[in-house]
C-alpha cells in the first residue's frame, strides 16, 4: 500500500468515524456527556468499550464526539489558511513592485514571531475582542479556526509566490501575453493548475499541523472548552492519571497521532506523485 492510499484510509477512517459518531453512541447506548461518578475509571467492559474517565464519561464515546471537533478545526483551518496563502502569494507575483514586497515583508515578520506563545496569547483573549459571540463549542471552534488561519498562512504564500512566478515566466504564457489572452484567463488556464501540487501538499501538512495547534491549545485550557470534548482537552483531563487510568491518556493521543500521520502521509504521496 502507497503511503498516500494509507494517509487517506487513516485520515478517511477517522473523519467516517466522527460523522457517523451519533449513530455509534445512539448504536451502543451510550452519551458522551452522561457522568457516572461510581463508574469512574472503569476498566473496558460491553458497556464501556474503553472504560471510562474521571467523571465517568464513557472513553469511546468521548472520543467520536472528540473527532468531529478536533477533524472539523483541522480541516478548516487548513482550508482558510490555504485560501488566503494562495490568493496572497499569486497576487504578489502576479502585480509584483510594492504590492509583491509588502506582502512577502508581511509573511516574513509573522514568520519570524515565536509561533507558540502567539496563538497562546490570541487563544486567551475574549471571544468578544475578535467579534466572536461568546460561549459555546462552535464559538470556540470558530475562535481557533479563526486563529489558527490567520497565522498560518504565510508558508503556502511564499510557495504559491515562487510557483506562480516560475510559471509566468514561461515561454507560453509570455506568447500568450503577446496574443492578447486576458490576465483572468491567463491565471485562470496556466497559473492556477501549475499550482495544484505544491497547494495539495501544503494544504495536506496544515491539517495535520492544525490539529496539533488546537490539542495543544485544548490541553493548556485555551481551546475547546469543557463540557464539549476533543482530542486535546480529553489528555488535558487526563494528564494526572497517566499511572492510575493510563488509557485516558493513552486513546485520545493515539488518535491525534494517527490523524497526523495520515496528512503526513498524504502530503508526502502527493509529494512523490506530483513530484519532477
Same mark, same amino acid.
Given at each position: ?21 451519533? !449513530? ?59 485560501g488566503i496563502g494562495l490568493l496572497a502569494g499569486v497576487m504578489a507575483a502576479? +502585480?509584483?513592485? !510594492? ?5 512577502? +515583508? ?30 459555546? =463549542? ?5 475562535? %481557533? ?7 498560518? !498562512? ?9 510557483a506562480a512566478l516560475t510559471t509566468l515566466s514561461r515561454d507560453h504564457v +509570455? $506568447? ?12 485562470? +488556464? ?11 501538499? =501544503? ?20 481551546? %475547546? ?19 492510575? =487510568? ?12 494517527? $490523524? ?17
Amino acid at each position: 500500500m502507497t503511503r498516500l492510499r494509507l494517509g487517506l484510509l487513516l485520515l478517511g477512517a477517522l473523519a467516517l468515524a466522527a460523522l457517523l459518531s451519533p !449513530w455509534i453512541t445512539a448504536a451502543l447506548g451510550i452519551d458522551p456527556e452522561a457522568q457516572d461518578l461510581l463508574a469512574r475509571h472503569a476498566a473496558p467492559s460491553p458497556e464501556h468499550p474503553l472504560g471510562t474517565d474521571d467523571l465517568g464519561r464513557d472513553v469511546l464515546a468521548r472520543l467520536l464526539s472528540g473527532a468531529r471537533v478536533s477533524l472539523a478545526v483541522g480541516v478548516a483551518a487548513a482550508l482558510a489558511s490555504t485560501g488566503i496563502g494562495l490568493l496572497a502569494g499569486v497576487m504578489a507575483a502576479w +502585480r509584483g513592485g !510594492w504590492l509583491d514586497a509588502a506582502i512577502m +515583508r508581511l509573511a516574513d515578520g509573522l514568520l519570524a514571531l515565536p509561533a507558540l506563545p502567539i496563538l497562546v496569547l490570541l487563544a486567551a483573549m475574549d471571544p468578544g475582542a475578535l467579534g466572536l459571540p461568546r460561549g459555546g =463549542a462552535g464559538t470556540d471552534i470558530a475562535r %481557533i479556526v479563526v486563529i489558527l488561519a490567520l497565522f498560518g !498562512w504565510m508558508g503556502v504564500a511564499r510557495l504559491s509566490r515562487a510557483a506562480a512566478l516560475t510559471t509566468l515566466s514561461r515561454d507560453h504564457v +509570455r $506568447a500568450a501575453r503577446a496574443l492578447g489572452v486576458t490576465e483572468g484567463r491567463l491565471l485562470w +488556464r496556466h497559473v492556477v493548475p501549475s499550482l495544484t501540487a505544491p497547494v495539495a501538499v =501544503a494544504a495536506s501538512l496544515a491539517v495535520g499541523g492544525a490539529i496539533l495547534a488546537e490539542s495543544t491549545l485544548s490541553f493548556l485550557g485555551l481551546g %475547546i472548552q469543557p463540557p464539549a470534548a476533543s482530542w486535546g482537552n480529553m489528555l488535558a483531563n487526563a494528564q494526572d492519571l497517566v499511572l492510575s =487510568a493510563p488509557g485516558a491518556a493513552v486513546w485520545p493521543g493515539l488518535c491525534i497521532a494517527l $490523524a497526523v500521520a495520515g496528512a503526513m502521509l498524504v502530503a508526502d504521496g502527493v509529494r512523490t506523485r506530483t513530484g519532477p
